[in-house]
């Protein structure tokens, strides 16, 4: 059952080093603020997790808190290249980075898989495709009704998930609307999850093609304001298409990212002082 608790608290008692972590959330409610909390407490040896690894994980990966990435789609959308997931990459700074990369057909299944506590998903997909040749979790079986050739992958079932929404009420019952991937299957297929909203209802009230995710599945809310900057949570904010644009120079070079790093997330004891060091004091 869901608690409501300080961001700071749940990375601290919910997120281990060595984990797998899953912070999900597609074009907005992407858990930035969750990202740099558990840069400012150092995790470590990460495995993340992503359908579309943007700006939070190159900072993840920058700040040496990742072993190993398995995603379907990574850049910086609408400008460019991750340049701190690309250096680990094809130059092991600030540490060597192993990848795993899928389709979004192929996560999406896999996730779906995992939220129903199935050992792995099937699929249509990879024919005369190279991927599996470099992927060798992606394999090939036999329909046993029709003989089809179908593409099997392993369902994903992160140690913790961690999405952002818009509310929740005060039992940790949670509403997302807008924009959304696959945060409700990465939720139902996680061992532990946190989830940031923009506020604590005292009732929540759902419309159609609203997503409500029941208490009993999350284990800690946290009230973080405007926590999915530089994307946006649908009714609350806009997205800041000029911070991308920034990121892309600041990312570029290893020292400009780690003083920047350094100066507005680990000099900062949360997401409102970081809004506040980088000069942004209202995100609508």
Request: aromatic fraction near 8%.
């Amino acid at each position: 059952m869901a608690k409501i608790t300080t961001l700071k608290a749940a990375v601290s008692e919910l997120i281990d080093n060595g984990d797998s972590v899953a912070l999900e959330g597609f074009t907005h409610l992407i858990p930035y603020a969750a990202g740099h909390e558990i840069i400012r407490q150092k995790k470590q040896d990460l495995t993340i997790i992503r359908m579309t690894p943007d700006v939070i994980y190159d900072q993840l990966i920058g700040m040496g808190c990742v072993r190993k990435m398995i995603f379907s789609w990574g850049g910086n959308p609408g400008v460019g290249s991750l340049y701190r997931f690309r250096d680990a990459v094809e130059k092991g700074w600030p540490q060597p980075l192993e990848i795993e990369e899928h389709s979004h057909a192929d996560m999406a299944n896999a996730y779906e898989a995992g939220a129903a506590n199935l050992p792995f998903a099937t699929l249509r997909a990879y024919i005369g495709c190279d991927l599996p040749k470099y992927n060798r979790t992606i394999k090939q079986i036999e329909c046993p009704f029709t003989g089809e050739k179908l593409a099997a992958v392993p369902a994903i079932r992160p140690d913790v998930t961690v999405i952002h929404a818009q509310q929740a009420d005060r039992k940790g019952n949670v509403l997302l609307w807008g924009i959304v991937g696959v945060q409700k299957q990465a939720v139902l297929a996680a061992k532990k999850v946190i989830v940031t909203v923009e506020e604590v209802v005292d009732k929540l009230e759902p419309h159609a093609n609203q997503t409500v995710i029941p208490g009993w599945v999350i284990d800690a809310v946290c009230e973080i304001p405007g926590g999915a900057f530089p994307s946006y949570a649908q009714g609350y904010s806009t997205r800041n298409n000029a911070f991308y644009q920034q990121w892309d120079v600041i990312a570029r070079d290893r020292e400009t990212f780690s003083l920047w790093m350094e100066r507005h997330v680990l000099d900062t004891e949360n997401f409102a002082q970081f809004k506040d060091s980088i000069g942004v004091r209202s995100v609508a």
